[in-house]
């Protein structure tokens, strides 16, 4: 599998501040994303957990400085050497690797800053979901062929 990029952006919900975590791959395609209270070790293993089980065991993952997402990385790995996996998930620290995703971040944000925060995690979850799947058929990315609209046809049918 190829190397893919994750990290996380920061949302306001109720006055606080709730983390969504978003992995995309080389050409920038939105691998999984997941919307946490909390910015910690199980809200990114979470995270991997629920990444790697839909996408695959990638061979390097890029991160940039976040402690929690590279202790994230060593409880998958850990995890891994318990199964008998002796291949591990190699990490790449790097602030400047990651632009690809950085730059996705931002149609998130166009979409999100207007709106000055969510009310409640359900709500908020709901909406970065349909800003999520939104950015996948603007991308092209959930059917091989035909027009945004062709996709958003085939998905609502």
Not at 1 to 20: A, F, S
């Amino acid at each position: 599998m190829p190397c893919q990029v994750r990290d996380e952006t920061h949302i306001k919900v109720r006055g606080n501040w709730t983390y969504l975590y978003r992995a995309v791959d080389r050409a920038g395609k939105t691998l999984d994303f997941l919307l946490s209270e909390r910015r910690n070790t199980a809200a990114a293993m979470l995270f991997f957990a629920k990444a790697l089980s839909n996408n695959g065991i990638p061979s390097r993952i890029v991160i940039d400085k976040s402690g929690a997402n590279g202790a994230g990385i060593k409880e998958v790995n850990k995890i891994f050497s318990r199964f008998g996996r002796t291949v591990k998930i190699s990490t790449i620290r790097s602030k400047y690797l990651n632009n690809i995703i950085e730059q996705d971040h931002r149609f998130i944000k166009r979409r999100t800053r207007p709106m000055l925060g969510f009310k409640s995690f359900a709500a908020a979850a709901s909406t970065l979901d349909g800003i999520e799947v939104a950015q996948m058929i603007r991308k092209k990315q959930l059917l091989s062929q035909g027009s945004g609209f062709a996709q958003f046809a085939a998905l609502a049918g």
